[in-house]
């Protein structure tokens, strides 16, 4: 079955940078598009970033656009997701998603705070 655990997020500063991860299992991950998604508290959950099965074409959220950066790494089954600068407002929880299963991972907390 379909597994996807995410990991790597916590407390940083206004400014800072984090690298969340997405350990996939289940399926043939290097055959899938992936996606990131986040909800902050009292909102909606938003698409963040997509990348493609090989790496060839990826897209961002206006709001994370040139912050933050979307990759993978097929030998290893892992999806991730490089967030430079951040900011108060991207406070939430980010979620790893298979989007052709409909598969989601638990999530990962991540809080922008000084």
């Known amino acids: 079955q379909v597994q996807l655990v995410e990991f790597g997020g916590g407390l940083v500063q206004p400014g800072g940078s984090l690298r969340l991860s997405c350990a996939a299992s289940?399926?043939?991950?290097?055959?899938?598009?992936m996606n990131w998604y986040r909800q902050a508290p009292g909102k909606e959950r938003e698409l963040v970033a997509t990348?493609?099965?090989?790496?060839?074409?990826?897209n961002y959220a206006d709001s994370v656009k040139g912050r933050f950066t979307v990759s993978r790494d097929n030998g290893k089954n892992t999806l991730y997701l490089q967030m430079n600068k951040l900011k108060p407002e991207d406070t939430a929880v980010y979620y790893c998603?298979?989007?052709?299963?409909?598969?989601w991972g638990k999530g990962t907390l991540v809080t922008v705070s000084s």
């Open positions: 998603n298979l989007p052709r299963r409909n598969a």
């Open positions: 990348i493609s099965s090989v790496s060839d074409i990826t």
């Open positions: 289940g399926f043939t991950f290097s055959s899938y598009a």
